[in-house]
Antibody, heavy 118, light 107 residues
Framework: QVQLQESGPGLVKPSQTLSLTCSVS??????????WSWIRQPAGKGLEWIGR???????NYNPSLKSRVTISVDTSKNQFSLKLSSVTAADTAVYYC??????????WGQGTLVTVSS | DIQMTQSPSSLSASVGDRVTITCQAS??????LNWYQQKPGKAPKLLIY???NLETGVPSRFSGSGSGTDFTFTISSLQPEDIATYYC?????????FGQGTKLEIK
């Protein structure tokens, strides 16, 4: 059974870059036919898809965040990462990593809260 | 981008009730529609994919239907453990947009 675990700083200063890593166990990023994605949820609000990466390294990003987002993969560590630059308070949210098939996100990490504050 | 509109935004029902949530897409998405359940403090859990297919291990009291722009999610007999927020999500085109959620409470 695949498991995903987010890690990274819980507090980021405004204008800095948010960096998170998702560690995957129970499945191999390099050999599976899945996308690996990031989704976020501000407190008390709905879900926003940030973007995804495929095994090959190809990426897709939400146009609303595209200028600030980079998703990368490290197959040797079976991890993928999110970088979001120039953060503001509006980027404060719980960030989830997920495994994404062609039709759905079938496995999710537990989520990690990132607060943007000075 | 495709917009997803869920209704109602909140719902109160009794144990044993039949509960229905609707989701409308801003354009035709065929059957590329998923339903997720999110309990407080937890990650969303996939319940239904491709509008009507039950994810493995999900109780049969959950069901989904619809195609095109109008979709329905049903709990045939509400159980106490079903208290959660439910989200629809379209997967027809990127970005995969979610509805705003329906918070389900026990009456």
């Amino acid at each position: 059974q695949v498991q995903l675990q987010e890690s990274g700083p819980g507090l980021v200063k405004p204008s800095q870059t948010l960096s998170l890593t998702c560690s995957v166990s129970g499945d191999s990023i390099s050999s599976s036919n899945y996308y690996w994605s990031w989704i976020r949820q501000p407190a008390g609000k709905g879900l926003e898809w940030i973007g995804r990466i495929y095994t090959s390294g190809s990426t897709n990003y939400n146009p609303s965040l595209k200028s600030r987002v980079t998703i990368s993969v490290d197959t040797s560590k079976n991890q993928f990462s999110l970088k979001l630059s120039s953060v503001t308070a509006a980027d404060t949210a719980v960030y989830y990593c997920a495994r994404e098939s062609s039709s759905s996100s079938d496995s999710w990490g537990q989520g990690t809260l990132v607060t943007v504050s000075s | 981008d495709i917009q997803m509109t869920q209704s109602p935004s909140s719902l109160s029902a009794s144990v044993g009730d039949r509960v229905t949530i609707t989701c409308q897409a801003s354009q035709d998405i065929s059957n590329f529609l998923n339903w997720y359940q999110q309990k407080p403090g937890k990650a969303p859990k996939l319940l239904i994919y491709d509008a009507s297919n039950l994810e493995t291990g999900v109780p049969s009291r959950f069901s989904g239907s619809g195609s095109g722009t109008d979709f329905t999610f049903t709990i045939s007999s509400l159980q106490p453990e079903d208290i959660a927020t439910y989200y629809c999500q379209q997967y027809d085109s990127l970005p995969p947009a979610f509805g705003q959620g329906t918070k389900l409470e026990i009456k």
